[in-house]
């Protein structure tokens, strides 16, 4: 019986779940938001939080340790330098896990896994916006005719 044990398998051998995990850390770390399948963020998000809290250390034991968890030697000084720095009044739940709905091939359940209070996000907001609304009717048919260069020559 497998009562107690802790962690997610994934279906992978201990050295392809790391090396999937180191991937996917440094993907999340360099673009600050990923989109995989929900087993892999629910794995990945106590890793994402914990290196975060190393960022936040600043010291040059806590930087190696990231260094073995994330090999990109950008990332894990952008983690040091600018996220750790967002995130030096939060205690923890420095991630979030967003339903994203099923993948097209196999029906997986797909989530977005992203940082918390993420520049972009402000950034994405904006541009949301409604568009402004086009001229319905045969006049903005026309205009499109012509601003393509079709239509009748006159």
Do not use: C
């Amino acid at each position: 019986m497998r009562h107690k044990r802790g962690g997610w398998k994934l279906g992978r051998l201990s050295a392809h779940r790391w090396a999937l995990f180191r991937n996917l850390l440094t993907a999340l770390f360099r673009h600050e938001r990923i989109t995989t399948t929900a087993a892999k963020a629910k794995a990945l998000r106590p890793l994402a939080d914990h290196l975060v809290t190393l960022g936040k250390r600043e010291d040059l034991h806590a930087r190696r340790q990231a260094l073995g968890l994330v090999p990109d030697v950008q990332v894990v000084r952008k983690l040091f330098d600018t996220v750790a720095a967002r995130y030096a009044d939060r205690k923890g739940g420095y991630t979030r896990i967003i339903p994203a709905g099923t993948r097209r091939g196999d029906a997986a359940p797909m989530a977005i896994l992203e940082l918390v209070d993420r520049p972009e996000a402000a950034k994405e907001a904006k541009g949301k916006g409604k568009k402004a609304a086009e001229p319905k009717g045969k006049e903005a048919k026309k205009a499109r005719k012509a601003a393509a260069g079709g239509g009748a020559a006159v």
